[in-house]
């Protein structure tokens, strides 16, 4: 395989292989509208743009390459606040015994809310943009908030949480060692753990931050609609522990569920948990264990999450890993694009789908990978920019310094 590259052709399309099912229980349309009905009572809401590149479409030979750029989000940097927050909605809800209304946002950051509730604290760990986008949640509902980070963190993302309030504690280790220290001291605690990841026994609240994202697949459906287009041929997604990837592609699923795009799921070489465990083929999670050293911070994750695991397991079609050098030089093509394509402001974790693409239709990774994918004139691709420059001096070192570089006989040529 070139340049790092390895991939798994798994369903390939073929609706009869899938199974929505699943995906139509946990993703109801009903499930996302409820979702969007909350996120945009938040102040300062609006749709983040779906960004059209037809210039670098062109020059790849696709039909059109659109990007939601969750960069703009809430001035949050990152996707992750859709998740946190409609989770941390519908555990309010809950724990007030009110399932069954709909409580307003205003109403959710009243005294008399933040007194009904009492004295709760929230926890989670993250790699970074999930403990922010909780920690600006707590800090709105007025609730303590502690957030465990592994020990590479940088001190950048770090600030980033303590920001919004929250006590963060560093632990040695991974962040699947931070998951399982937030789970160890909430339970000590009484503290509620709102994690992004699942485990046995452990599955509502990341089901309802995945159910949170759908709410970007929702206005990202409302945008392809205005330009005159049903849906995406092709949907590329990275995964960390695959609850962004289930979202959308259990969204797509469960919209089209007889002809779905065809979903190509992005993993970093170093932490490649969901490809692994397609490649076991038992149909379970398997863990990646060591210091899951990639740039890509946000999906720098040894352990599947069980519940998004089901869901990729039965509707996506191809798996895909790929090393650091493919995901800064997404970086460098949406920050510094071809003349009339906009500028996308991309970090490490948001810029390895379209570094793919790329990739892919370079000819860089395996060209039968390409023929399985059918990327011509028709295909219409989705992906979504999930970070900002969420480490900016990581992300000069990329953009200006030229770090990870693309090995040389990748480069452009004349
Ligand atoms: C920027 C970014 N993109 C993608 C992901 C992947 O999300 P998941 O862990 O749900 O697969 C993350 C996770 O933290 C992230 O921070």
């Not at 922010?132 to 020990?151: E, F, M, N, T």
């Not at 399982?180 to 990841?197: I, L, M, P």
């Not at 890509?296 to 039965?314: H, K, N, Q, T, Y």
């Not at 379209?354 to 004139?377: R, S, V, Y």
Request: glycine content about 8%; some cysteine.
């Amino acid at each position: 395989m070139k340049n790092n590259f390895k991939y798994i052709i798994h369903n390939n399309g073929d609706v009869s292989a899938k199974n929505p099912a699943k995906a139509i229980e946990m993703f109801p349309l009903s499930c996302g509208r409820d979702a969007r009905k909350f996120h945009r009572q938040i102040p300062d809401y609006h749709m983040t743009p779906l960004v059209a590149l037809p210039n670098l479409a062109h020059l790849l030979g696709v039909g059109g390459i659109y990007v939601k750029n969750e960069a703009e989000r809430l001035h949050m940097n990152s996707f992750k606040v859709m998740g946190g927050s409609y989770a941390i909605y519908r555990l309010v809800k809950q724990i007030l015994g009110r399932e069954n209304e709909d409580l307003s946002f205003d109403y959710l950051t009243s005294r008399e809310c933040h007194e009904a509730l009492g004295n709760i604290v929230f926890c989670s760990a993250t790699d970074g943009n999930h403990g922010r986008g909780l920690a600006w949640a707590c800090q709105k509902l007025d609730h303590p908030c502690k957030i465990y980070v592994h020990s590479e963190t940088s001190q950048a993302r770090i600030r980033a949480i303590e920001h919004f309030g929250a006590e963060v504690t560093v632990v040695s280790g991974n962040y699947d060692d931070a998951v399982r220290q937030a789970a160890e001291d909430a339970k000590k605690n009484g503290w509620y753990v709102v994690s992004d990841t699942s485990w046995p026994g452990y599955e509502q609240i990341p089901t309802w931050i995945m159910q949170g994202y759908n709410s970007i697949m929702l206005e990202a459906q409302e945008q392809f609609s205005g330009m005159g287009i049903v849906k995406p041929t092709h949907v590329f997604v990275q995964a960390g522990v695959g609850a962004l990837a289930a979202s959308v592609v259990g969204f797509y699923s469960a919209l089209f569920p007889n002809d779905p795009p065809l979903f190509i799921v992005v993993e970093p070489t170093k932490a490649p948990c969901v490809y692994e465990s397609i490649a076991a083929g038992d149909g379970k999670c398997h863990s990646v264990k060591g210091d899951l050293d990639t740039i890509m911070a946000g999906l720098a994750c040894g352990d599947p999450s069980p519940v998004a695991f089901e869901i990729l397991r039965d509707n996506a079609d191809i798996f895909l890993q790929v090393p650091d050098n493919v995901a800064a030089r997404g970086m460098r093509i949406l920050g510094c694009p071809l003349h009339g394509d906009p500028l996308v402001i991309s970090g490490e974790s948001g810029a390895v789908p379209l570094g793919t693409l790329f990739a892919l239709c370079t000819d860089e990774i395996d060209p039968a990978l390409k023929e399985a994918l059918h990327l011509d004139m028709d295909s219409l691709i989705f992906m979504i920019n999930t970070e900002g420059n969420t480490d900016p001096t990581e992300f000069r070192r990329i953009l200006w310094d030229g770090k990870n570089p693309t090995p040389e006989r990748y480069r452009v040529k004349e």
